[in-house]
């Protein structure tokens, strides 16, 4: 009988640790993948996409529909699992069965944070995760008109533009002085704010949402605090969509016993405290570090895979944040640590009027860090300089002007 | 003005002496277009490139529109009336004269004045203010030449004339590069050439020339022997019985001092001092001496020297000892430098001269000019020369001084000491047509003067051919022509001196008055013109002198008859024994330093400088260096180099030529202290001069020559919105850096150019200053690649799709075809920031063109080398590339690649 593998979350992370599985070792596992969401792995980076209607939703999709069958894998989507009795090596799920695993993956991902405000749970406010929130977001922009958007990150800039494309007057409330700083230097966040400001979309920055007021039980307006002027502002709107950051999803495990701190903890072959369980992707914590990026996950995944296959001999030294990505049509590229510190040099190139901007970080002839917006050319071989922490001296002056 | 809005007047070029006809084409009171006046027998509608390129020296910007003043030296100049400005001028000019008697003043003019302007002067001088201390710059120029002559045939008068170039059968030349200094003039021979194929051409000179280059026989004599060369070319022609002695007995005095002094110049002895062939020796007198005809054509190569009168002398011997005078094809031709030497000293206007040349020692000429000018007399002192005057200016015996149309802060040599006199003085007054000159600087008053185009007079070329000057437009703003500031002052200055006269002396409402005058004081003299009038000259076009009344022509050729204009009527020759330069190479000093001509750029690039194509052929200062004293000091080709002396130094790119001899270098005169940091190259020469022509050896110093070490470099170059007007304000930058230099690049749009580099790292509010001339201040700098821990700051500004301006810090990789990619306006902007990365290879692979050899065509060096190594001949290439189809004067650059093409390929 072939061991037993059962995966908890059918996101990114599980279903590229399933290809890799697959083709590493087909036939290997009898494997059962249980999914909260009621359709197959769909690929998440893809709804903004959808929700600013440049992108159908059946275009989601990781896999073809025979892709799982044909490898025998069963599906249990729309599914929860509720518990892990990890003496019996049994997984609990919603319509009260256990699956027995040999080897079980968590892949549970992460939660979207949602603020402990007053009106928080109004009717008309929404999170931004999954296919079911884009498609409540669609939903909204069709009857309403106004829009405001808690959190100037990646996810809320997307949200933001998708909802501004589809007609809605939107205003962004950040709690930071500049957009995605976890990606960007207050320059960079400039452009990509000013891009976006030149589509209709209003900025409040260094805002603190305050309260969610409403009218017969739908959101009505957002009261917040502008920090440098210590005053308050009111916005009116029809939808509120709460996109102020994600925390990894530990629940199951932490009920199971499993170590956890701000995530499951992992080793370097992805393998939790308990030798039979792995987990992999955004609920993760690996090395003091969680990872809300897709490049990390993959890499995860890649030897995750290996492991569960028993030919592990990958190790994962955790990644360099990098993200490569268009904000709204607008290229940027981070990665690293891009962060002012004594020792380190900055490389900048700067096309201000198309809206480039790029700044590279050397630290001791290596290259640390890097934030392009604009014009992300050379991107990937930089990501790779930094991951690999490539000695640079030799070629710093083509560093900027790499293909 | 003639000719209403629109129209075409004839004029002349104002550049070399050669003296070309032009023909200005203007429009709504601006000149549109000069093309060659196809009827003006000096050239027959032939320009060069510098004349070509006059209608892009035009701009405006820098010109002196209203007078300006400062009433003590720590104040800035402010605009004044010409009243004001005259009468201030005439009171200091007055109560110096009166407290220190008439030599405490002086006036230092031009060879580019007209001839009228020149009349002024000295009449202002000589018959006013009661001084000779009225000199001009060809005392730097042509002065060794007058004294060569005078000393031997008698008279300031060149025998020859253009049209002997078509009947030479032997062509001397000696210390000139016709082609670049003469092109027009160069074009004849080579036409004489290709229909005469047996015409030989020699050519002495130290550096392997482009007119050298094409030579039969190039003489690459030691910098200074040309005197033993002749000598002993002339014991040669003793020895083989090559003298025409019969010639000697008849029209000559003096071959036995001669024959003594030359006994001893062997061809061996010559060899061994000029570093020559001595069979390279005796062949040249035999050419010389048996040809037909032979033609001597000279220059600066003679004349700029401490024994220049000698240089000149000894070659006129040669052609008195073989009667190689007086017929066509033959004679010692001076080339005159500027384009109206000639015509200054016509009408005696130099310290040592008067009208119509007559002499100053002689009390009975200077009775006759006294009668003339109609005052009791004109002072016997014989007056200071140019070198001798600023050294009164720094001694402190001359104290005020008044410069017209010339800029001896950048054409002087010993720099130091000259503007150390332009301090000292007391009064520094400046009549010129830009306000940016180098000695701008130092005047106390600014006298703002028309120019080329706006100007009324006439000119003599190098062959005594006189040329009505004519106006095109009106001047800018206050300007005013040269010889009414002078007759204005005159005006003013009499009565404060006592006089009642100066009204009756000054009168003149008119040039053509000016010149009538002029003309009565030629009457009887050498150059009798008596028979001329502007009248003639309009009708009949230009006339050679003399042209007495009553004539129908001028004189092509002089002393056919055998007689010469001297107490004898016999020429005299001159024993001229062979002497060392002034300045010898020493253990400190080892390198002989040569200065001397570019092909597109002329004197101190006053008026070339302004055009963009005219830089392209020699973009950026250097001195030329033979590769073994390269290698000896470590200096790499490109480096910069610092060039130095006990007097002064210069800092500069270094060039391995073959064109040089191991031990000699060579730089350009052009670039002054507008251009580089420092003075220019006259921060090296010497005062040293000749004891009769009082010329100055500026063909000859000794220096040393080490790498200068100065990592902290920059480059900023853009299309402005004037190129006049950044050049000036990039001049006072210049001396914040160890080296910098600006110029000009592109065609249609002039791109203004600054390199720069120092030992220390630049400063931040110096590089804000030269951002601002560029307009890079940091909110238009949009493009920018910095890089601050590599000391790398390159920043750039788009206008539309093109390439506005880049300014290159730290690293300057690619500034050549950056500066390529701005002249030619080609797109950049979807390269973005990546058009400033460090590459030597543009985007797209396309490396700089480099140095532009055609600049009518627009063909690079590079482009007809590789035409002639795909094995194209002369005329393929020139009909495939156009090059040396518009004025030729790269032609002989190109027959020089076809050469070298031609031997790499055997």
Redesign the interface.
């Known amino acids: 009988m072939k061991p037993r593998l059962v995966v908890v979350g059918h996101g990114m992370a599980a279903a590229r640790t399933l290809e890799h599985l697959i083709e590493i070792g087909p036939g290997r596992h009898a494997i059962t993948v249980i999914g909260a969401e009621p359709l197959p792995g769909y690929n998440r980076i893809l709804l903004s996409p959808v929700l600013a209607g440049e992108l159908d939703k059946e275009e989601l999709a990781l896999q073809e529909t025979g892709w799982y069958a044909r490898h025998g894998m069963a599906l249990k989507l729309g599914t929860r699992a509720t518990a892990i009795d990890r003496v019996r090596r049994t997984v609990r799920i919603d319509d009260g069965s256990n699956l027995p695993y040999d080897r079980l993956l968590l892949a549970t991902g992460s939660r979207p944070l949602r603020l402990p405000i007053p009106g928080a749970d109004l009717k008309g406010v929404v999170t931004y995760r999954d296919l079911a929130d884009t498609e409540m977001m669609i939903a909204a922009s069709r009857e309403h008109a106004r829009a405001v958007v808690i959190g100037g990150g990646l996810l809320g800039l997307e949200a933001a533009h998708g909802l501004r494309t589809r007609g809605m007057a939107v205003d962004v409330i950040h709690l930071m002085p500049w957009l995605m700083e976890r990606q960007l230097d207050r320059e960079a966040a400039a452009i990509v704010q000013k891009r976006l400001a030149a589509r209709g979309i209003r900025f409040r920055l260094a805002h603190r949402t305050l309260a969610i007021r409403g009218r017969e039980g739908r959101v009505a307006a957002v009261e917040a605090l502008d920090e440098a002027s210590a005053s308050p502002v009111t916005i009116d709107t029809d939808l509120v969509v709460m996109a102020a950051g994600i925390k990894p999803d530990t629940a199951l495990a932490e009920s199971a016993g499993l170590r956890c701190d701000r995530g499951v903890v992992v080793d370097d072959t992805m393998q939790t405290y308990d030798p039979r369980i792995y987990a992999v992707g955004e609920c993760v914590r690996h090395r003091g570090l969680s990872y809300g990026l897709v490049q990390p996950l993959y890499e995860m995944a890649k030897v995750c895979a290996t492991h569960l296959a028993g030919v592990g001999s990958h190790y994962y030294a955790g990644s360099v944040p990098s993200t490569h990505l268009k904000v709204t049509g607008v290229e940027v590229f981070s990665a690293g640590d891009f962060a002012d510190a004594p020792g380190r040099?900055?490389?900048?190139?700067?096309?201000?009027?198309?809206g480039?901007y790029?700044r590279l970080v050397?630290d001791a002839g290596r290259l640390v860090g890097g934030v392009f917006v604009g014009?992300s050319?050379g991107a990937a071989r930089l990501a790779e300089l930094i991951r690999n922490r490539t000695n640079v001296n030799a070629m710093?002056?083509?560093l900027?002007?790499l293909a | 003005v003639r000719g209403g809005t629109t129209g075409e007047v004839r004029s002349t070029c104002p550049y070399c002496g050669v003296g070309c006809g032009v023909r200005i084409a203007h429009a709504a009171g601006r000149i549109i277009g000069v093309t060659g006046d196809d009827d003006h027998p000096a050239n027959f509608g032939r320009l060069c490139s510098k004349g070509m390129a006059l209608p892009m020296t035009l701009s405006r910007s820098t010109r002196l529109t209203v007078p300006e003043l400062r009433a003590a030296r720590d104040q800035p100049r402010r605009s004044v009336s010409w009243d004001d400005a005259l009468d201030h001028v005439a009171e200091r000019f007055a109560a110096t004269i009166l407290r220190h008697g008439p030599d405490s003043v002086a006036f230092y003019i031009s060879g580019q004045l007209l001839t009228e302007d020149y009349y002024a002067f000295n009449k202002l001088a000589k018959g006013l203010v009661g001084t000779n201390n009225v000199d001009t710059n060809s005392r730097l120029c042509m002065s060794s030449a007058v004294a060569g002559y005078k000393s031997t045939l008698g008279a300031d008068a060149p025998p020859a004339c253009y049209d002997d170039l078509d009947h030479a059968d032997c062509v001397f030349i000696a210390g000139a590069n016709m082609a670049f200094a003469h092109p027009v003039l160069y074009r004849r021979l080579e036409d004489a050439r290709k229909r005469r194929p047996g015409v030989k051409v020699i050519v002495a000179d130290p550096r392997r020339t482009d007119t050298a280059a094409e030579a039969d026989l190039h003489l690459a004599l030691a910098p200074g022997s040309d005197v033993a060369l002749f000598n002993a070319m002339l014991h040669v022609m003793l020895a083989e019985g090559r003298v025409d002695r019969g010639y000697i007995a008849r029209c000559t005095d003096g071959f036995e001092a001669l024959e003594r002094e030359v006994a001893g110049c062997t061809p061996a002895w010559a060899a061994s001092v000029c570093e020559l062939d001595s069979d390279d020796i005796v062949n040249a007198a035999r050419m010389f001496a048996s040809s037909p005809a032979t033609l001597s054509l000279y220059c600066q190569g003679l004349n700029q020297s401490a024994s220049g009168t000698a240089k000149n002398a000894a070659l006129i011997n040669l052609h008195l000892a073989t009667a190689q005078i007086g017929r066509p094809g033959s004679g010692p031709f001076s080339l005159t430098g500027q384009p109206n030497a000639m015509g200054g000293r016509e009408v005696g206007g130099m310290a040592n001269l008067l009208s119509a040349h007559r002499d100053l020692a002689d009390p009975q000429h200077r009775a006759e000019v006294a009668r003339l000018w109609g005052v009791a007399s004109v002072p016997e002192k014989s007056g200071l020369t140019a070198v001798e005057l600023f050294d009164a200016l720094a001694g402190g015996t001359v104290k005020c001084v008044w410069i017209a149309c010339t800029n001896p802060a950048q054409s002087m040599p010993d720099q130091a000491l000259v503007r150390a006199a332009l301090q000292r003085a007391e009064l520094v007054v400046v009549q010129d047509c830009w306000r940016d000159i180098e000695t701008a600087a130092f005047a106390d008053v600014l006298l703002p003067a028309s120019t080329w185009g706006e100007k009324e007079g006439t000119v003599t070329n190098s062959e005594r051919r006189i040329s009505r000057v004519r106006a095109a437009i009106v001047p800018p703003g206050e300007a005013r022509a040269d010889w009414a500031i002078a007759t204005d002052f005159a005006r003013r200055l009499g009565p404060r001196l006592g006089r009642d006269d100066a009204g009756r002396l000054f009168a003149w409402t008119c040039a053509e008055a000016i010149f009538d005058e002029h003309r009565e004081t030629t009457r009887g003299r050498d150059l009798d013109i008596t028979g001329l009038s502007y009248a003639r000259l309009d009708a009949d076009g230009p006339q050679q002198w003399p042209f007495p009344k009553g004539a129908q022509e001028g004189k092509a050729r002089l002393y056919g008859d055998g007689l010469f204009p001297t107490a004898s009527g016999r020429a005299r020759f001159v024993a001229t024994p062979f002497v060392e330069t002034a300045e010898a190479p020493d253990k400190m000093h080892p390198l002989r330093l040569n200065t001397g001509r570019l092909r597109d750029q002329w004197h101190g690039m006053s008026r070339t400088g302004r055009a963009a194509t005219l830089h392209r052929h020699e973009p950026e200062p250097q001195v030329a260096m033979h590769a073994r004293d390269m290698a000896a000091r470590d200096i790499e080709d490109g480096a910069l180099v610092r060039v130095s002396n006990s007097r002064g130094a210069m800092i500069l790119r270094a060039r391995c030529s073959g064109e040089l001899r191991e031990g000699d270098v060579f730089i350009p005169m052009h670039w002054g202290g507008r251009w580089v940091t420092g003075t220019g190259v006259n921060a090296l020469t010497l005062r040293a001069i000749d004891p009769q022509s009082f010329q100055p050896e500026l063909k000859h110093a000794a220096v040393q020559i080490e790498t200068a070490r100065l990592p902290h470099t920059l480059v900023a170059m853009g299309v402005l919105a004037d190129a006049d007007l950044a050049l000036e304000a990039l001049a006072v930058l210049l001396g914040r850096f160890d080296y910098a230099s600006c110029g000009l690049a592109g065609r249609d749009y002039p791109v203004t150019i600054l390199r720069a580099a120092s030992a220390a790292p630049l400063a931040a509010d110096l590089l804000a200053e030269v951002d601002a001339v560029f307009g890079l201040q940091p909110v238009r700098a949009t493009l920018a690649y910095e890089d601050a821990g590599a000391g790398i700051s390159r920043v750039g500004r788009r206008l539309g799709q093109r390439l506005a301006a880049v300014r290159l810090v730290g690293d300057t990789t690619g500034a050549a075809w950056l500066a390529d990619w701005i002249a030619d306006a080609r797109p950049a902007a979807s390269l973005g920031f990546a058009i400033l990365a460090p590459s030597s290879e543009a985007p797209g692979g396309a490396v700089a063109r480099g140095k532009i050899l055609c600049t009518c065509y627009d063909v690079a060096e590079s482009q007809a080398q590789a035409a002639f190594a795909g094995g194209l001949a002369l005329e393929q290439v020139r009909s495939a590339l156009k090059c040396g189809t518009g004025c030729g004067s790269c032609v002989p650059a190109l027959r020089r690649l076809e050469a070298s093409a031609r031997a790499i390929a055997a």
Do not use: K, P, T, W
């Open positions: 040099e900055n490389v900048v190139a700067r096309d201000a009027s198309a480039v790029r050397l014009d050319r710093r002056r083509e900027m002007f």
